[in-house]
Structures are given as structure tokens and as C-alpha cells.
């Protein structure tokens, strides 16, 4: 069983940074691919990055390339999200989901194990 903890969600104003970190435990980190997804409100939960075994490949929603990288911190079976320039219409809860593979899967019902998220407003 594999749980997941989400943490650095907060308000950040437009153009501004954000960090988030994703905790697993129970298993360790680098068997699993772990992704990012958002919800915005009213929305569907869409795939944001991926990462898989040590870091060797990444993926990213076409919105966010060059803004967020996700990176992944073996020594503490953590995966981050760190979040640049960003815009309103980023405003979403941050999910982070694990799935047992080497591969990035960009749907939902693709992963297994989620967290509870983390809120991320962005203020004009």
C-alpha cells in the first residue's frame, strides 16, 4: 500500500513561485510513477508532470512546459513541483497519484493511489 501526502499549496500572487512536495510511504518511491494532476473548480482532474524511476524522464501538460519542473528526491521517497510564473488560470487543488510503472500515464483512471491535495490560488 502506498500513501501520499501533498504540502506547499497556498495563495501566490500572479507571476509569482510555488513549491509543491508530494511524501510517499509505505513503498519505496523510485518502483512507482508519480504524477501531478490539477482540478479547478467545476472541472475534471487533468494530468499537470510526471516523473518516473530516478528522474530520467519527464512529462509535462503543454500549458506548463517551461514554468514547472518536477523533480523527484530519492533520499526522501518525495516528488516536488516547483511552479514558476504563474497565472490564474493555474488556480486549481494539486493532486499528486502514483501508479506501480515506468510509464507516464496522462489519464486519471490510470493511477491507483492518490493524495488529498493542495489548494493553489493565484491572485491578480
Known amino acids: 500500500q502506498v500513501q501520499l501526502v501533498e504540502s506547499g499549496g497556498g495563495l501566490v500572487q500572479y507571476g509569482g513561485s510555488l513549491r509543491l512536495s508530494c511524501t510517499v510511504s509505505?513503498?519505496?518511491?523510485?518502483?512507482?510513477?508519480l504524477s501531478w494532476f490539477s482540478q479547478a473548480p467545476g472541472k475534471e482532474r487533468v494530468f499537470v508532470a510526471g516523473?518516473?524511476?530516478?528522474?530520467?524522464?519527464?512529462s509535462y501538460r503543454d500549458d506548463v512546459k517551461g514554468r514547472f519542473t518536477i523533480s523527484r528526491d530519492s533520499a526522501k521517497n518525495t516528488v516536488h513541483l516547483y511552479m514558476t510564473n504563474l497565472e490564474s488560470e493555474d488556480t486549481a487543488t494539486y493532486f499528486c497519484?502514483?501508479?506501480?510503472?515506468?510509464?507516464?500515464?496522462?489519464?486519471?483512471?490510470?493511477?491507483?493511489?492518490w493524495g488529498q491535495g493542495t489548494p493553489v490560488t493565484v491572485s491578480a
Open positions: 497519484a502514483a501508479v506501480f510503472s515506468d510509464y507516464i500515464y496522462p489519464f486519471e483512471r490510470q493511477y491507483d493511489y
Open positions: 516523473i518516473v524511476g530516478k528522474g530520467e524522464e519527464t
Open positions: 509505505g513503498r519505496s518511491a523510485s518502483a512507482y510513477t
